[in-house]
């Protein structure tokens, strides 16, 4: 099964606070969430995973 990521955004004039991110298998293994962008507000930035 592909990676799935939970993701916040943390920008505080964005009105989106959580998103899924669904990966296909061929991910790279150095990929993570500081190379995606906010769908809402576009900021790279102010996303992190959340940790469970």
Do not use: K, Q, R, W
């Amino acid at each position: 099964m592909p990676p799935t990521e939970e993701i916040v955004c943390t920008a505080e004039d964005c009105f989106l606070d959580l998103f899924e991110n669904h990966y296909t298998y061929d991910v790279p293994e150095e990929f993570d969430v500081s190379e995606l962008s906010c769908p809402v507000c576009g900021g790279t930035d102010c996303l992190e995973p959340v940790e469970l």
